[in-house]
Nanobody, 126 residues
Framework: QVQLVESGGGLVQPGGSLKLSCAAS????????IGWFRQAPGKGREGVSC????????YYTDSVKGRFTISRDNAKNTVYLQMNSLKPEDTAVYYC???????????????????WGKGTLVTVSS
């Protein structure tokens, strides 16, 4: 069955870095756009960053541009999110998700994905 398993979350001080990983199985990974989404306490789910199947196109929400970098390794069925210069407002549960759509800006901003992981918690606090 389809599985998306996030890892790499944890507690980090403001200004620090974390790298999240999303390991996928059960579908043809190379044919899917993969995205990272987050949900902070009391808030809705937000599209953070997405990457198309061939990594030609990426999307970032404005608040993370210049700080976060998404990448993928199709040989390992894995997508990464490098997060630098973390801020307290980045605190959230981070989810990995997949869709066959290549409308990257639309699916990422609307969180319209077909498959979802269970999430990993990122806490930015001193």
């Amino acid at each position: 069955q389809v599985q998306l398993v996030e890892s790499g979350g944890g507690l980090v001080q403001p200004g620090g870095s974390l790298k999240l990983s999303c390991a996928a199985s059960g579908f043809t990974f190379n044919d899917y756009t993969i995205g990272w989404f987050r949900q902070a306490p009391g808030k809705g789910r937000e599209g953070v960053s997405c990457i198309t199947k061939n990594a030609i196109s990426t999307y970032y929400t404005d608040s993370v541009k210049g700080r976060f970098t998404i990448s993928r390794d199709n040989a390992k069925n894995t997508v990464y999110l490098q997060m630098n210069s973390l801020k307290p407002e980045d605190t959230a549960v981070y989810y990995c998700a997949a869709t066959p759509s290549i409308r990257i800006a639309y699916v990422c901003s609307k969180a319209e994905m077909n498959y979802w992981g269970k999430g990993t918690l990122v806490t930015v606090s001193s």
